[in-house]
């Protein structure tokens, strides 16, 4: 191979085989460093300055964060309104994407048809089109209105009302719960069935199987669901930048419309910077929380636990 290398690529690839593989992983690694790791320590560094793209960045050293913590109300705001956020839809999404993958488990007919439908809108869902479409459907004359109005209900502000903003903005998250879905499916069916029929002799009923078998066997699964639901929640921008646009009086404004529109509408990148670290800082100390916790409930193939 060495040899073949030597022939064809020249010096570089054929000068020492021991640099192969880190020949093939260079463009990744480029990337890496160009798209990842440059702007992350870039950022870091801009969050202690005045920096308006415009100008050369000026170092202020911790006013950016001081004025995060002591006088800005507005981050009040965005972080109270990211953590119902993230606090509600996660666990809904979740809860939701195991109980139709535990349906969709089932040997029923068509269900491969069933399945596809459901993970549609995990393929939608993010898109802006969708969003587009969410905010017509939720419209005063829109269609879960007309709904409504069939039972005798008065239609309902769904994006004028703070408190229906937020949860309207928590269902068009909920309803991307495709991708959860199919992971949960997949650690379902790589359940030993003889668990299943072994339990059934002993007389156990569906729910002592799911919470005694089933449950404890998919947690490494669940565990993997809860972090990647997690970020992804603190990271949604296009639902509420696109259907509320943060609105109304701030209620669905998540802190990444917050940076986005302190770098690109008011130029204060390092402002923005300091925000973006302050999110950074509380996914990863949520995440340490998590894989602390995990040691407790999350139960791996070869475990001796009771």
Do not use: H
């Not at 870091?44 to 000026?58: E, I, N, R, V």
């Not at 119902?84 to 048809?113: C, D, E, S």
């Not at 719960?177 to 069916?189: D, E, K, R, T």
């Amino acid at each position: 191979m060495a040899a073949r290398c030597t022939g064809a690529g020249g010096g570089l690839m054929g000068g020492d085989s021991k640099f192969l593989g880190l020949w093939y992983i260079s463009p990744y690694l480029i990337g890496l460093l160009m798209f990842t790791a440059f702007p992350f320590a870039a950022s870091l560094y801009l969050s202690f300055t005045d920096y308006d793209l415009f100008s050369a960045p000026k170092w202020v050293g911790l006013d950016n964060y001081k004025k995060l913590f002591t006088r800005d109300r507005t981050f009040d705001k965005s972080l109270k309104v990211t953590l119902i956020y993230v606090f509600t839809t996660v666990p809904l999404k979740l809860t939701f994407a195991l109980f139709i993958a535990v349906v969709l488990n089932y040997r029923l007919r068509g269900i491969n048809l069933f399945r596809t439908a459901y993970y549609v809108p995990s393929i939608l869902g993010g898109s802006i089109a969708i969003a587009v479409l969410w905010r017509y459907i939720f419209a005063e004359a829109g269609l879960v209105n007309m709904l409504l109005g069939l039972f005798g209900v008065e239609p309902v502000n769904w994006f004028g009302d703070p408190e229906n903003a937020l949860f309207t903005i928590t269902l068009l998250r909920c309803w991307q719960f495709g991708s959860a879905m199919v992971i949960f499916l997949a650690a379902l069916q790589s359940v030993d069935k003889t668990l299943y029929e072994a339990a059934a002799i002993d007389g156990a009923g569906p729910w002592a199987i799911f919470r005694n078998i089933t449950l404890p066997l998919i947690t490494p699964v669940i565990f993997f669901n809860l972090i990647m639901q997690t970020v992804q929640a603190f990271q949604e921008f296009n639902g509420p930048y696109i259907i509320t646009q943060g609105g109304p009086l701030k209620s669905t404004y998540l802190l990444p419309l917050y940076i986005y529109d302190e770098a690109f509408k008011s130029f204060d990148m390092g402002y923005a910077s300091a925000i973006a670290w302050v999110l950074f800082t509380i996914i990863m100390v949520l995440t340490l929380v998590a894989f602390w916790s995990s040691k407790k409930w999350v139960y791996y193939a070869g475990d001796r636990r009771n």
